[in-house]
């Protein structure tokens, strides 16, 4: 049986602790719940609430905000060669989860350790983070239909994941709500990703050569907590913009100016350039703007510091947009939802 509540604060339903209100707020925690919601007929039109860590609020929310709060994990029995498929409900805690992965011994998430978020959400912009995104043990989601309400199983093949995007970007944006995920974890030959420089270093300063995959996990929850802040402390979604690429012609004359510019090489035409990195070059970092502001130790982070409101955040970000595109040319886009 679901209850509709009235006028809600979103502050701690969303990372960046923004103060909107829900007209509606309706929390539903398992599939029955969901297609009663969606069934309500005085309704026609849903905002969907998993973990609140990808999105900056800007207005208060007038169609019903639906809180995907379904709990539970279910492991199937090891294959051969010890891999393991969890399934796990949308509304868990990402982070949680990693840790729970950690102590059950299954690798494959270690280096995704403290991304905020909810396992839900987490294929719609196929998370990522130190080498290893959310498609490399990925087996597949279902999905309720908001307008029909069947559920669909989404396969690894069939979302199209990309860098920070998938199919829940695309085509089926705003259609499906996921209600679980299948991953594909080790139990035992854990393979694991220390390439990332950061993780490499760290490993090396404990003196670790043999790492275990709780030592990769702590390793990034090192590093995260260095550079990032932590949302229960200071509102924030992570990075509020994605790395631009550009074409290699571009990049060559960026380089030519700026011999230090990171990059990666993405193709032979294509670079990466971290939006961070640019964005500290413009004199933004660690600036505060009343309680809006750009992280002191992570240029790609916007926080907020107590009460900024939506509107002041998403302000900021486009002068940031607009002074980045006047001295370096490069135009970058938002990786954040910005609702309103
Ligand atoms: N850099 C700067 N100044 C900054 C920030 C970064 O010069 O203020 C430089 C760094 O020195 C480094 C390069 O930029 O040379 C890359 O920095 P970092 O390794 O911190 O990674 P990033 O590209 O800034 C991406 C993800 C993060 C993820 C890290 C590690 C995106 C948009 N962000 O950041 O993801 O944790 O790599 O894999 O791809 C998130 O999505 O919320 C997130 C935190």
Redesign the pocket.
Known sequence: MITIQHNVSLKKFNTFGIDAKAKYFISVSNKQELIEALQLSQFSDYFILGGG??MLITKDIDIPVLHIDFKGKVIGPPNSQGEVIVNIQAGENWHEFVLWCIENGYGGVE?LSL??GNVGTSPI?N?????VELKDVFVGCSAIDIETQEEKMFFLEDCNFG??NSIFKNEAKGKYIIISVAFKLTSKSHKLNTS???IQQELESNNITDPTIKDVSDAVIA??QR??PDPKEIGN???????PVIPKAAFEILQSKHSTV?H?VMSDTEI?V????????CGF?GKRFGDAG??K?????LVNYDNATGAEILALSKKIQETVLEKFNIAIEA?VNVIG
């Open positions: 860590s990808n280096n991304i905020p912009q998370i990522g983070a130190y080498g860098y920070r990332y420089g950061a590093i995260r550079k990032l979604s992570g990075s509020f913009f994605k790395n990171p990666y990466k971290p939006a961070g990195w640019l964005i500290e070059q970092k750009v992280h130790n992570q240029a790609l982070v990786e």
